[in-house]
Nanobody, 126 residues
């Protein structure tokens, strides 16, 4: 049974940093894409960062470029999201996701991902 478990969320002041981790297990083969999404209060789920596990290509939402970095530890089947210069607008629930398809049209589209974690809360205070 596939499981994806996020950790590392918490509360931080604006300008601070957090590192989220996602431990994936139960996959018979390594997913081709792993990504982080978030859902802010009153908003829909939006893509934050994605990584192609084979070529390590990455894609970032414009609102996190230069502040967030996605890392993959393939051996440990863990994907991390290093978040720096956090803003109050970054507050929300962050979800880890995985996709089996090798070719996906939009790496940050939630519809492309089959497996999801339950999320971890990130709160950034001003």
């Amino acid at each position: 049974q596939v499981q994806m478990v996020e950790s590392g969320g918490g509360s931080v002041q604006a300008g601070g940093s957090l590192t989220l981790s996602c431990a994936a297990s139960g996959f018979t083969t390594t997913p081709n894409w792993m990504a982080w999404f978030r859902q802010r209060p009153g908003k829909g789920r939006e893509g934050v960062a994605a990584i192609y596990t084979v070529g390590r290509d990455t894609d970032y939402a414009s609102f996190v470029k230069g502040r967030f970095t996605i890392f993959l530890d393939a051996a440990k089947k863990t994907v991390q999201l290093q978040m720096n210069s956090l803003k109050p607008d970054d507050s929300g629930i962050y979800y880890c996701a995985a996709a089996s398809k090798r070719m996906i049209l939009v790496a940050l589209a939630p519809s492309q991902y089959e497996w999801w974690g339950h999320g971890t809360q990130v709160t950034v205070s001003s």
